[in-house]
């Protein structure tokens, strides 16, 4: 569904991590409220068991192949890699951007460049600030491909 993330073969940690954000109302995702305002953390825990336990599938969105090439260029400068490991599976409190949502990946991109996510990782802002609009759609096109 369009600009809903992948969870399959999420990060255990990250997922519960984002889970208890939510929650307690650091990270404000509307659609999520009502689903996630009563979770205990057993329900978390298992929750982010059940996910990780998934394969990532790749969505029916078309990868431009080269925007894919230009986003591979900017990853490694940008050191994408560092934090989400070589093949963008991601690892701890890091997100798997491999075989994510192109849609959903620009608009988190553009909202991590435009300082507007709530409850995340500053360093992401940091590394997007000042990133054109194609420069993001670049990156989500390369991450998306993996």
Known sequence: MERI???????EFFILNQLFLMRE???QVDPMMPFVKELKDEDMDALAKHFTKLAPK???EKIDPALAQRGEE???PLRCASCHLPDLSGQNQMPRLAKQRVDYL???LKEYRDN?????DTLMNNVVAGR????????AHYAAGK
């Open 132 to 139: 054109s609009d194609v420069d993001l759609a670049a990156l």
């Open 106 to 108: 620009i608009h988190s």
């Open 58 to 60: 790749a969505s029916d």
């Open 25 to 27: 109302g650091v990270r």
């Open 74 to 76: 900017l990853a490694g």
């Open 5 to 11: 993330p992948s969870l399959a073969g999420q990060p």
């Open 116 to 120: 507007t996510r709530t409850g995340s």
